[in-house]
């Protein structure tokens, strides 16, 4: 007879929170060793009847405990108590341990923040995929480990399998009024790597590029490793200021942007500047490299059509990501290459890595088709507008006195600007040290000014964690 059985269960007092109750008889039992590490919880099915609650109440208690670092998730197998109980069991509910060490340097900081722990609160591009998903996932996962098409035991297309570069191109098409075919379209382990991609096969070393300022710091730093002469671009309002990039570099080869959601600041540029852009592109013979790494999740209205269907694909690639739609572990990405670029990005591609994976390809492949895709988009939408929100109230009734959220209408993240301009970098560090993952933004400048404040990531982290994460903050800013 399993611990599940055996546990003595209560049903939820009336009128108390049904989530609150339920995670914490989950949390007790782990806390009274009826479950050791590494050991599997009740689906939320069974939880969910033998308490007499709703399903959906266990799913969302047992994401604050995935939150917490209390349970780690298995794809296709369910929810496990973490292995490693040794830095939380002592802790009061929504705490996280304090660091002994001293607080780390800035450098150390920065590079603890790009890889931080999965569940480090408010780290940015993190993602949560609810039962429904995962169970829909782990059907076309055994559904293309049945079939194992051929095409998996030899070398295939550098541009990937043309089913999902079809998929791909008609989803493009419907949502995003991009321009293409599917000969048009590259699957790609990510943005990062179209990129990459687009750097080796657009540039030469000295070239001129134009980079956003602020901007996203992995592509400046592709940009410098690929021997490029970086030209920062201030962004305003209205996104990437044209006219300034023309001042300081009228000849430059490629401008990377990000149209729709602009990295960090969450602006989207406007309709002239876009037009602007374009026309600076088409006269000068120059490329546009558009990263929509956030087109799925607007919370306010339709998706903003791409820069690339007001070009028509001319001058444009455009650069996506399913990483952010599904889950980063995924890896697969895509680009769309102008028609007289295919035939350079397929044989850069050939002689990088050969080709994206077949069997991964196959089972994102089966998942768009049944559906799931698009469903589990629109509850993301859902779920990532409520977490959005939360945090902001969040900061707004804790921290409104030091900080001030830009709340965005699109994308994965907000900033939070310091209203007394304090030092956003040593505000980093000490969130780092009690837990927090909060992006100082004054290190992602280069020659504008910048604004002092915080990017804290909401997607990753279900809204019942946001009050514990920004008291956790407050905490380390000393508020």
């Known amino acids: 007879m399993s611990w599940a059985e055996v546990y003595p269960w209560r049903a939820p007092a009336a009128g108390g929170p049904v989530i609150r109750q339920v995670y914490d008889q989950v949390r007790g039992a782990i806390h009274e060793g009826a479950l050791a590490p590494g050991g599997r919880l009740p689906s939320s099915r069974d939880l969910a009847a033998k308490l007499g609650v709703a399903r959906a109440s266990v799913v969302a208690a047992y994401d604050q405990l995935l939150a917490e670092g209390y349970a780690q998730g298995r794809p296709g197998s369910g929810t496990y108590v973490c292995g490693d109980l040794s830095g939380v069991m002592d ?28 569940a480090q609160t408010f780290s940015n591009g993190r993602t949560l995929m609810d039962a429904h998903a995962l169970g829909a996932w782990s059907r076309s996962t055994r559904r293309a480990l049945r079939t194992l098409d051929p095409i998996h035991f030899g070398y295939s297309e550098p541009a990937g399998d ?48 134009w980079l956003e300022d602020p901007g996203y710091p992995s592509t400046w730093q592709a940009a410098t490793a690929a021997g490029a002469r970086t030209v920062a671009v201030p962004v305003d309002r209205a996104g990437l200021r044209v006219q300034a990039g023309i001042a300081a570099a009228p000849d430059a080869r490629v401008a990377f942007v990000t149209p729709s959601h602009q990295y960090p600041t969450t602006v989207a540029m406007t309709l002239g500047r876009r037009l602007e852009l374009v026309a600076w592109a088409r006269e000068a013979q120059a490329w546009i490299v558009e990263d929509d790494y956030a087109t799925e ?23 996506g990501t399913l990483n952010k739609a599904l889950f980063p572990g995924l890896r697969l ?34 998942f768009l088709q049944s559906g799931q895709f698009a469903a589990h988009i629109r509850r993301r939408r859902v779920a990532y507008k409520a977490q959005r929100d939360a945090l902001a109230e969040a900061l707004c009734r804790r921290l409104g006195d030091v900080l001030e959220p830009d709340v965005p209408d699109q994308g994965m993240h907000l900033v939070a600007y310091f209203r007394d301009g304090r030092d956003d970098v040593e505000a980093e560090a000490a969130a780092l040290a009690r837990g ?21 990531g909401f997607t990753g982290f279900p809204a019942s964690a946001m009050d514990a994460g920004v008291a956790r903050l407050a905490a380390a800013l000393g508020a």
């Not at 949502?175 to 943005?191: E, F, H, I, K, N």
């Not at 306010?300 to 690639?317: K, T």
């Open 162 to 209: 043309l089913r999902l570069r079809v998929a791909v191109a008609e989803y493009l098409r419907a949502a995003r009024g991009v321009v293409c075919d599917p000969d048009q379209v590259m699957l790609t382990s990510g943005a990062q790597h179209a990129v990459d991609l687009a750097l080796r096969v657009l540039l030469q070393p000295g070239d001129a590029v």
């Open 297 to 319: 999740f607007r919370y306010a209205g339709a998706p903003l059509p791409s820069l690339q269907g007001l070009d028509g694909g001319d001058r444009v690639i455009y650069v």
């Open 333 to 366: 990405g895509y680009l769309v290459a102008p028609r007289d670029l295919v035939d350079r990005f397929r044989a850069t591609r050939w002689l990088i890595d050969r080709q994206p994976p077949t069997l991964t390809q196959a089972i994102t492949l089966d």
């Open 91 to 118: 802790l009061k509910a929504g705490e996280r341990p304090p660091v002994a060490a001293p607080a780390p340097t800035a450098q150390a900081a920065r590079l603890s923040s790009l890889f931080p722990p999965q």
């Open 436 to 456: 927090v993952t909060a992006r100082a933004m004054r290190p992602l400048y280069h020659d504008l000014k910048p604004r002092r404040g915080l990017l804290l």
